[in-house]
């Protein structure tokens, strides 16, 4: 089984619905993250989470939000979607005591 | 401010013949640096890393980097591409903060020619 999975795989929504990607863990890391990816701009920090109780915004959260039910849990959600929000998505995981990051298999999104 | 730039988003090569990905990376404090490796439909998968140790760092797959803080570079090489190389490759920087954040670069495609 894989050590991180986001749900769903893919997605189509319509502009103005609100949206929830999910992110599970069992490698028992603290630390999770939120990226988005989009072609010719590499991978961007949404949202950082380095336990239950500590969850910071990255380098692009306008328009995101996001909650750690668990530690083994982090969602990320559009409350209205808009079309440029249409982008493959990363949850990644790490150890507090390591930088390595370890990430899910995406999340394609498509807002029409 | 950490930064990754990865000269040239695309770059192609003949199988067998010599892989090199570019990347210069700028930080205001020592870095650890990463390359990651994405296939096709699949998340980032951690091909090496350089943690401040050894400056020539050996990876999965017959990849190997090598440090060198004269040249902020972090170049990725590999002597004998394979067709199963094919994938984009991204390098990535620590935030030197005591935080576990990465900066990644924009990545490079690469393709392998039979």
């Known amino acids: 089984d894989a050590d991180v999975t986001q749900t769903p795989r893919n997605r189509i929504t319509k502009t103005g619905k609100r949206i929830m990607l999910e992110c599970s863990q069992t490698?028992?890391?603290?630390?999770m993250y939120w990226y988005r990816q989009d072609p010719g701009l590499g991978l961007r920090l949404i949202y950082y989470s380095f336990d239950v109780k500590d969850i910071n915004k990255g380098e692009i959260s306008d328009g995101y939000s996001v909650s750690r039910q668990a530690q083994a849990k982090f969602s990320l959600s559009l409350e209205s979607a808009i079309p440029n929000q249409t982008a493959l998505y990363f949850c990644a995981t790490s150890d507090s005591g390591s930088y390595e990051q370890y990430f899910g298999p995406g999340t394609r999104l498509t807002v029409t | 401010a950490q930064s990754v730039t990865q000269l040239g988003s695309h770059v192609s090569v003949s199988e067998g013949a010599l892989v090199l990905l570019r990347c210069n990376y700028s930080?205001?404090?020592?870095?650890?640096l990463f390359w990651y490796v994405q296939y096709p439909n699949q998340g980032l998968q951690l091909l090496l890393k350089?943690?401040?140790?050894?400056?020539l760092v050996k990876g999965i797959n017959g990849f190997e980097a090598e440090f060198k803080k004269s040249e902020t570079s972090f170049h990725l090489t590999k002597p004998s591409a394979h067709m199963s190389d094919a994938a984009e490759y991204f390098c990535?920087?620590?935030?030197?903060?005591?935080?576990?954040?990465?900066?990644f670069g924009t990545g490079t495609r690469l393709t392998v020619i039979p």
């Open positions: 350089y943690t401040s140790a050894a400056t």
């Open positions: 990535a920087v620590t935030g030197g903060t005591g935080a576990n954040n990465l900066f």
């Open positions: 490698k028992g890391h603290d630390r």
């Open positions: 930080s205001s404090v020592p870095p650890y």
